[in-house]
């Protein structure tokens, strides 16, 4: 099945983050969904979650997709790795 990365860049911005998505697919120049965006990253939650993985990766990924920059990027490359019948894959 062919692959469509999606590529999550998170970095330091100021007092606190961003993060930014772009799209690759496979033999196809890339495109950036999602510019670098001001990110909140709570870590006093996520430390208290440390024993949970899955309460962890839902309270990650509540923050991330909190932005509706980065949740609509996030359904624009799932519809278009959808649409072509290939697998998103997160780097």
């Known amino acids: ?14 007092d606190g983050y961003a993060a930014a998505i772009q799209l690759s697919p496979s033999g196809e120049p890339a495109t950036q969904l999602a510019p670098p965006t001001p990110w909140a990253f709570d870590t006093e939650s996520l430390s208290a979650l440390m024993a949970d993985p899955v309460g962890y990766g839902q309270a990650l990924t509540d923050q991330l997709f909190s932005s509706p920059r980065l949740r609509t990027a996030w359904h624009e490359a799932s519809a278009f790795a959808h649409g072509r019948g290939s697998t998103l894959r997160l780097r």
Do not use: I, R
Request: proline residues 7%; negative net charge; hydrophobic residues 45%.
């Open 1 to 14: 099945m062919p692959v469509v990365d999606l590529d999550l860049t998170l970095t330091q911005h100021g």
